[in-house]
């Protein structure tokens, strides 16, 4: 048996935990295809226009394993905690996908931690239904879970060296499916790198201060990854030159964080860039040329 896994979304925050738990249960796993314009387009005529630009991704990215996998893998995401939730999109994910492709080989399980829930009896209902025992299901749970503690251990360590060094720094402030989004995200990175500038990310930081620090933000947030950005932006604003904050249209929870970090965060320089399908790289890399000249102007020889 074949799981595919959309590479958009949370892949880029639990992708590693899902490959690690397929592969121990002893399916084949296929991630999809980086993200392209091609596959934009496949999503976007397939979505109401109202939808985000991160959501019409990753239906392109379901439609391209459609056919490939004997299961794809939407999960639903709901509550961290009492006080703490996803957008409403990770909600009704799973509703959304199977009432636009009625084909898809869906399989799902629901995080919500904040009645009761508990991510392992979760991931162990998921594998019953792939015909798996309890103890495997366990097991795989766990080795997932370590793989990707492992590799976020890492990312945290190597972004905290890179802090150290010399050179202008910008944080991207952002969701991890716009930062790592090699359509929406990676594209932005090169542009910063390209002005010699090193550029660095909200959600390698570390998660659990990041959430703690918001509060000096805001006290009443409680979109999970919303908290967890802002969070990063205090943690480092001394730190770095400055700091994007990247959103896509028209993300409600992001507009709504974005004007609030604008409005009170006022010792570090920032710039909001907003993405939709239809931004043009030339008119991006000119905004980024302009911030990235007023940070050197403001610190010449930082």
């Known amino acids: 048996m074949k799981i595919g896994l959309p590479k958009a979304l949370l892949y880029y925050r639990y992708g590693v935990l899902w490959e690690t738990f397929f592969r121990e249960l002893g399916f084949d796993v296929e991630v999809s295809a980086n993200t392209s ?52 999109r990770f909600w009704g994910l799973p509703d959304i996908v199977q009432n636009t ?12 931690l904040g009645w009761r829930g508990n991510e392992a009896a979760a991931f162990i209902k998921m594998g019953r239904a792939l015909g798996k025992e309890k103890s495997v299901s366990f097991q795989a749970y766990c080795a997932g879970c370590r793989a990707q503690q492992q590799q976020d251990q890492e990312l ?12 202008k720094k910008i944080l991207i402030a952002s969701q991890p499916y716009l930062i790592h989004d090699a359509y929406m995200g990676t594209q932005l990175q090169k542009m910063i790198v390209k002005q010699g500038v090193i550029p660095l990310f909200s959600d390698r930081c570390n998660r659990r201060l990041c959430r703690a620090l918001s509060k000096e933000i805001s006290s009443g947030l409680y979109w999970s990854l ?56 030339a008119g991006l890399e000119t905004r980024i040329e302009s911030f990235t000249d007023i940070l050197t102007k403001r610190r010449p020889y930082a």
Not at 101 to 112: Q, T, V
């Open 226 to 281: 919303n908290k967890e950005m802002i969070g990063a932006i205090e943690l480092c604003k001394n730190q770095v030159d400055g700091v994007i904050l990247l959103t896509a249209f028209p993300c409600g929870s992001d507009a709504l964080v974005n004007e609030l970090v604008l409005r009170r965060v006022r010792d570090v320089p920032m710039i909001q860039i907003l993405l939709d399908e239809h931004t043009a790289p």
């Open 37 to 88: 314009k091609e596959m934009l387009d496949m999503g976007t005529k397939t979505t109401l226009d109202e939808n985000c630009l991160p959501l019409k991704i990753f239906m392109g990215h379901v439609q391209s394993l459609i056919g490939k996998c004997d299961r794809i893998l939407v999960p639903r995401f709901s509550r961290v905690s009492k006080a703490e939730e996803y957008c409403v």
């Open 101 to 112: 492709f009625s084909d898809a080989p869906m399989i799902s399980y629901n995080l919500d």
């Open 156 to 167: 945290l360590r190597v972004q905290s060296m890179q802090m150290r060094t010399s050179g």
